[in-house]
């Protein structure tokens, strides 16, 4: 039976999926100028970016690291894409906060020229913390 802490990963991977899910139709909606509706996707791609964040700081605080089983090139591709997903995730939190700030000030040039980088790292960095989990401890069984 898996204690609730061990369920966070699970969690964690739903929630980075969720935050991809509203990210996509954000842009989709701005696309189709449904400004509302891309201000509620934002803003729910921000509130379970949040509690991902909470979350994992949560599960790693209990566990600590979690060891990756795989051998060979499926630990090189494992790492090479925990090494991005990383990175681009310590700039996420910024790129984010000025993109909102920018369009709560109602500056839509400079929010507009900013979102067009912080979306694709935010989408980027959502999408491969999936795979960083599915490798984890679904195609390579590690124990949450």
Known sequence: MMTSIHALPHVNAT??????????????????????????????????????????????????SVKFPGVGWPRTLYF???????????TVPVLAILTLRLAFKENFPAHRRLAR?????????SVTGV?????LYWIYGAQA
């Open 15 to 64: 929630l980075n999926a969720l935050s991809f899910v509203f990210l996509i139709s954000g842009y989709r909606f701005i696309r189709q100028k449904r400004i509302a509706a891309h201000k509620a996707c934002m803003l729910s791609a921000c509130a379970t970016s949040l509690l991902f964040f909470a979350s994992y700081i949560t599960y790693h605080a209990q566990v600590g």
């Open 117 to 125: 980088w912080t979306f694709p790292i935010w989408a980027y960095v």
């Open 80 to 90: 090479s894409i925990l090494f991005t997903h990383t990175i681009l995730a310590a």
């Open 131 to 135: 795979v960083v989990y599915l490798m």
